[in-house]
């Protein structure tokens, strides 16, 4: 199996340094603040965007293998995901990863749909690297 990396700096003290995400070799970097993590609106990324980001993509493809292993190849997934960080006993915390995705798949009804997404939430890499979050929650819908 393959290693992959990602790596950041970091500048100054928490509240007032800033730094720079690098995903992978430089496929994607991108600057943080503690603002743009720890507050609304702010520009930039943080690591818990990244986190969903990664979800979403593992995500969407382990769905795309589960249909098709049951005989339905999709049309295309759409996968979002957000972290919830909140603090728990003093630290900030993942408490929630909501995953919403809409499938478009030819010869499934909607409960099949749900339960190849729900198998996919089990399953999927990242998934099971966050299993420490305590609720991660599944919106799936089937679209025509």
């Given at each position: 199996?393959?290693?992959?990396?990602?790596?950041?700096?970091?500048?100054?003290?928490?509240?007032?340094?800033?730094?720079?995400?690098?995903?992978?070799?430089?496929?994607?970097?991108?600057?943080?603040?503690?603002?743009?993590?720890?507050?609304?609106?702010?520009?930039?990324?943080?690591?818990?965007?990244?986190?969903?980001?990664?979800?979403?993509?593992?995500?969407?493809?382990?769905?795309?293998?589960?249909?098709?292993?049951?005989?339905?190849?999709?049309?295309?997934?759409?996968?979002?995901?957000?972290?919830?960080?909140r603090p728990?006993?003093?630290?900030?915390?993942?408490?929630?990863?909501?995953?919403?995705?809409?499938?478009?798949?030819?010869?499934?009804?909607?409960?099949?749909?749900?339960?190849?997404?729900?198998?996919?939430?089990?399953?999927?890499?990242?998934?099971?690297?966050?299993?420490?979050?305590?609720?991660?929650?599944l919106e799936?819908?089937?679209?025509?």
């Amino acid at each position: 199996m393959a290693t992959r990396n990602g790596s950041a700096e970091w500048n100054g003290d928490l509240q007032s340094g800033s730094g720079n995400i690098t995903v992978g070799n430089g496929a994607h970097t991108g600057p943080y603040s503690f603002k743009s993590r720890f507050e609304e609106g702010e520009e930039g990324t943080n690591p818990e965007e990244l986190l969903s980001a990664a979800l979403a993509g593992c995500f969407s493809m382990a769905l795309s293998l589960i249909l098709t292993e049951a005989g339905h190849p999709p049309d295309s997934i759409r996968t979002s995901a957000r972290a919830q960080l909140r603090p728990v006993d003093g630290s900030p915390t993942i408490t929630q990863m909501a995953v919403k995705t809409e499938g478009v798949v030819p010869g499934i009804d909607e409960d099949e749909f749900r339960r190849h997404a729900t198998t996919a939430k089990e399953q999927c890499v990242i998934s099971r690297a966050i299993a420490g979050v305590q609720d991660i929650t599944l919106e799936a819908t089937l679209s025509r």
